[in-house]
């Protein structure tokens, strides 16, 4: 089975967090460290790419829930970028887009964060 | 008549998550559902064991995870079946999304999409010594 990875970079203040892989309840506690080290970094600006991810549970849904209140209290967010169809039909079943932005680049949801 | 019937067990680790979906990929998949269908049927049963894995066993790396596939009728049902604890889900109907994801809960969500994806879902307490959980998918 495939694995998992993520991988950070930063554009103008903004953290560019790319998953691949799959991310389901074997996978999760990977993600919750990188929300850790982002969050001990005071790094709250987020956009999740997720472009080269394949596959997601609701335990990875979780995650995201987790740690974006904590986002939202220092000024910043987690925004969801590039989502193949069936990553985001997962998001859309569980009402996700009424508490999150979504976005079909990264460009455009770190752009957001500009804007505000 | 075309009909398929495989079995699988495996010890309850989310890292057997990835050998579950596969099982039931390559059933799905022979039985000739089509792919946004396949996907369906394989995250509902992904969600039904990590569920398993969290709350009837514990964690517990040691205890079993049945699950048998039979397509027939045009009818994928599955079976999975734990001897954990009685896990009952709060209730079967949708969760308010709203206010679990304001209060950052993420349980019963899993439940919510296994309802949602699957056609039938029915969890069978009946029995002292296990549960059993059908899942049904048409084609």
New interface residues.
């Given amino acids: 089975?495939?694995g998992f990875n993520a991988k950070i970079r930063e554009a103008d203040g903004v953290v560019i967090l790319s998953l691949g892989g799959?991310l389901?309840?074997?996978t999760t506690g990977e993600l919750e460290k990188v929300f850790e080290e982002l969050i001990s970094q005071g790094k709250y600006k987020i956009v999740v790419d997720f472009a080269e991810l394949n596959?997601i549970?609701?335990?990875g849904?979780?995650v995201f829930?987790?740690y974006?209140?904590t986002m939202r209290e220092n000024g910043g967010d987690i925004k969801f970028a590039a989502l193949k169809e069936?990553v985001f039909n997962?998001f859309d079943?569980?009402?996700?887009p009424?508490?999150y932005e979504f976005f079909d680049s990264v460009e455009k949801a770190a752009d957001r964060f500009g804007e505000k | 008549m075309h009909s398929i019937k495989k079995n699988i067990k495996v010890k309850s680790l989310?890292?057997n998550?990835?050998?579950i979906?596969?099982f039931l990929f390559g059933v799905a998949e022979e039985a000739g559902f089509d792919k946004?269908k396949i996907?369906e049927i394989v995250?509902a049963a992904?969600?039904a064991c990590?569920n398993i894995?969290?709350h009837a066993y514990e964690f517990d790396p040691t205890k079993d995870i049945e699950i048998s596939a039979v397509f027939e009728n045009k009818k994928l049902t599955i079976t999975i079946k734990d001897t954990g604890k009685k896990f009952k889900p709060q209730s079967l109907e949708p969760p308010d999304?709203?206010a679990?994801?304001?209060k950052?809960?993420?349980g019963g969500?899993?439940v919510?999409?296994i309802k949602?994806?699957m056609d039938k879902v029915e969890y069978d307490f009946s029995n002292p010594g296990f549960t059993i959980l059908k899942l049904v998918k048409k084609l």
């Fill in positions: 089975m495939e799959t389901d309840a074997h596959y549970s609701s335990a849904l979780g829930m987790a974006v209140e069936n997962v079943l569980l009402g996700f009424v508490l | 989310t890292e998550l990835g050998k979906r596969t946004k996907e995250l992904d969600e990590t894995i969290k999304l709203e679990k994801l304001k950052r809960k993420s969500l899993g919510h999409l949602t994806l």
